[in-house]
């Protein structure tokens, strides 16, 4: 890990280039690919590129040297499609592990004979051939052949294959679902912690065409902020485009990742007959162009480039400076097929409450008859209606609401105009925040964990929650129960906070705190201090934690005013006026249906403003 970093400040590494363009220069043929040792298997195999390792050592061996001898200092291992999901097409699951141990340890020797101190073994780890994010029947929105448990325990499987043999770097490679790729990233990150070692992580995404989304939908910045939780070495984009076409999605996410950048294109477009033909110089040419504008620390060649590709490129970027890796200010940054960056100076940021279950009848009612198409309907509403965020609930007794979470996310899925923004994970029940964390293919936010069992159980779903890679909001509940108080509410979220960033590693930005808001003018004296309460503690939380976001339920304020609405959006709007004025920076609301401050009637505004202070009690 030292050496390869401190390698990446002073120099621009050379990958290699592909695997399959050189395999098919020796015309395998199927007894090639069976060798002795699979005569009888009883289907093809021919085309298993991945199989030679243990079929054809020599070939792949051979490879790997031609493109050391060029100049690569990173050569990929045979793997790109060694995971049981993969293998299943030729009945080859049982093999994985093997065929990555060997893979791994024929480039290993590779480096080992013909390397030297620049010289790295990148495990390569392929999307597999089904997406957790997407349906393959359009006729089932959220039916999905693949889910994010099967794609862990298959990475798991690899990886494990891959370090056994001796690799130096995992590249999760050519990236066409992000929730593919974070369920390798768990699996590694899992895998690496049982061993207790370190090896750097890069992972590569690909841009499918012009419109500069991924398979799955996400723009370049969404696809990085659902995956910056894990401490890559590097990222970068390789495949379906070539290098002219992918510069503009390189240059913008060597401008957002904090971490350095490769690239490792195609010989250009595919041609009619799908072979590439970009020549060594025509690629080196726009590789020299990236080195040159500072946007690269790692160059190589995805499909169609050879050994002549890799050798043009070493060529021109020799004295070339790497890309620096820039500072990148700590803001919230979420996304869902879109990003959302959280800026200080952007308005109050709108959470759309009526996707959920126990928070409009209608929502209930169309989850419960099934009728999911309606029930999308509801989502998109809040969306159109300003909501940048959709807060997702579930919790009904006698529903199973793993079971509807899950169904609903993978149906917003489907949907680019709904799942385009974040998505809130709201549940008191961790299963359903987990089963939901499993499928949100970008950076969501969980709703919400506390102190209520106390602090073992806090850390624990924290620490989960960090490893899914979501935000988090914490409400001010410990122990003795929720907070009411000014004093409480400062309390609780402030032991929250310090768990959160010293224990368990949540940056300050990914904290978001509810410090409660309930309903006001309810008859019991006690309660015509909550939204103060909340105020002042929004106003305390915010000066002493600068970076963290403050939000909280504002349609509770007014249940008390139920079947009243224009009552209810009157308080809502009274209250957010003075919430955000004390740093309030977010809430669940009823996207589209806030009264604006200052068309308020006067002698309601009074009398809302009355009861929201409270001023007949002296502080
Ligand atoms: N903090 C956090 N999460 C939360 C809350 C919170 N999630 C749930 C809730 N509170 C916020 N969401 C809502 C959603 C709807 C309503 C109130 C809060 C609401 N609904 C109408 C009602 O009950 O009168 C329903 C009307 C209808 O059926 O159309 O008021 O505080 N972190």
């Given at each position: ?447 919400s964990i506390s102190l209520k069992?106390?602090e073992?159980?806090f ?13 988090v909001i914490v409400m001010a509940f410990d122990e003795k129960g929720q907070a009411e108080t000014y004093k409480r509410k400062v309390q609780i979220c402030t032991r929250a906070f310090n768990i959160l960033t010293k224990?368990?590693?949540f940056?300050p930005?990914?904290i978001i705190f509810d410090p409660n808001i309930f ?7 006690k309660?015509?201090e909550f939204a103060r309460d909340f105020i002042r503690a929004t106003e305390t939380l915010k000066k002493n934690f600068p970076l963290v976001h403050i939000s909280g339920g ?21 209250f957010?006026?003075h919430a955000i004025k004390a740093g309030m920076d977010m809430g ?24 929201i202070f409270n001023?007949?009690?002296?502080s």
């Open positions: 890990m030292r050496r390869l970093k401190k390698l990446l400040k002073e120099n621009i590494l050379i990958m290699d280039g592909a695997m399959g363009t050189m395999v098919q220069s020796y015309n395998l043929k199927e007894s090639d690919f069976q060798g002795k040792r699979f005569s009888d298997h009883s289907i093809d195999l021919i085309g298993n590129n991945d199989i030679l390792s243990l079929t054809r050592p020599d070939i792949i061996k051979e490879v790997h040297t031609l493109y050391i001898k060029a100049g690569a200092n990173i050569i990929e291992t045979n793997t790109f499609s060694s995971n049981s999901i993969s293998q299943s097409d030729y009945k080859m699951e049982n093999f994985v592990y093997e065929m990555n141990l060997e893979s791994a340890k024929i480039a290993k020797s590779v480096v080992n004979d013909f390397g030297n101190d620049f010289s790295f073994v990148a495990g390569a780890v392929g999307p597999t051939n089904r997406t957790a994010s997407l349906s393959p029947d359009i006729s089932k929105p959220s039916f999905r052949n693949i889910s994010f448990d099967d794609l862990k325990n298959a990475y798991y499987e690899q990886a494990a294959g891959l370090i056994d043999g001796g690799i130096d770097i995992f590249l999760v490679e050519t990236v066409f679902d992000t929730l593919n790729c974070k369920a390798a990233l768990y699996a590694i990150n899992e895998l690496l912690k049982e061993r207790n070692t370190d090896i750097p992580i890069m992972v590569s995404g690909t841009i499918t065409d012009a419109s500069g989304r991924t398979l799955s939908g996400q723009t370049v910045e969404a696809f990085w902020y659902s995956i910056r939780h894990v401490d890559l070495i590097a990222v970068g984009l390789n495949c379906a485009l070539g290098a002219k076409e992918i510069r503009p999605w390189l240059s913008e996410l060597s401008t957002i990742a904090d971490t350095f950048i490769s690239v490792y294109p195609n010989a250009g477009l595919p041609n009619e007959y799908g072979g590439y033909d970009e020549s060594p110089k025509e690629l080196a040419k726009f590789i020299e162009e990236f080195a040159l504008d500072g946007l690269v620390n790692i160059v190589g060649g995805c499909c169609g480039t050879t050994p002549e590709h890799i050798r043009a490129i070493c060529d021109v970027i020799k004295g070339i400076k790497p890309r620096k890796i820039p500072a990148i200010s700590p803001l919230t940054r979420l996304s869902g097929l879109e990003a959302v960056v959280l800026r200080p100076e952007n308005n109050f940021v709108n959470i759309g409450e009526r996707t959920n279950i126990t928070g409009s009848l209608k929502f209930k009612r169309y989850i419960k008859e099934k009728k999911y198409e309606q029930a999308l309907s509801i989502a998109r509403e809040q969306v159109n209606n300003g909501a940048q965020i959709i807060d997702i609930n579930m919790d009904e007794g006698l529903l199973d609401s793993e079971t509807e979470m899950i169904e609903f996310l993978r149906s917003i899925a489907s949907e680019p105009d709904i799942s385009k923004v974040p998505i809130m994970i709201d549940s008191s029940k961790w299963s359903v925040i987990e089963s939901g964390l499993k499928n949100l293919q970008g950076k969501g936010i969980v709703n069992e106390g073992d159980l850390v624990e779903q924290a620490t989960s929650i960090l490893k899914y890679g979501a935000a224990h368990v590693g940056a930005e990914d309903a006001i003018a309810t008859g019991i004296d309660h015509n504002v349609s509770n304020l007014s249940f008390s005013f139920r079947g009243n609405d224009i009552v209810r959006e009157s308080m809502h709007s009274v957010l006026y669940i609301v009823n996207a589209g249906q806030l009264a604006v401050y200052d068309d308020i009637e006067h002698n309601l505004k009074e009398c809302i403003e009355n009861v001023p007949q009690k002296k």
